[in-house]
């Protein structure tokens, strides 16, 4: 067990962090954390404040399946 806070928050920040990049397609970097120059960190702060954010998979699924490969049945 971690015993300061800060730490404690740093290591659960980044492991919400990693869950939402697995989530919604975006490419994990632990040193984007905190970074809001990076696209995948500031589409994680704004789901964090409730904004909905397009999901990447949906997107690629979109443009691999029509687009590139046809229907996959």
Request: proline share 3%.
């Amino acid at each position: 067990m971690i015993k300061n806070q800060n730490v404690n928050r740093v290591f659960n920040d980044l492991e919400n962090f990693k869950a939402f990049c697995v989530e919604y397609g975006f490419p994990f970097n632990e040193a984007d954390l905190y970074r809001k120059d990076k696209h995948a960190y500031s589409q994680f702060e704004r789901v964090r404040r409730g904004d909905k954010i397009p999901n990447n998979w949906d997107i690629d699924d979109k443009l691999f399946n029509e687009k590139n490969y046809g229907s996959v049945q």
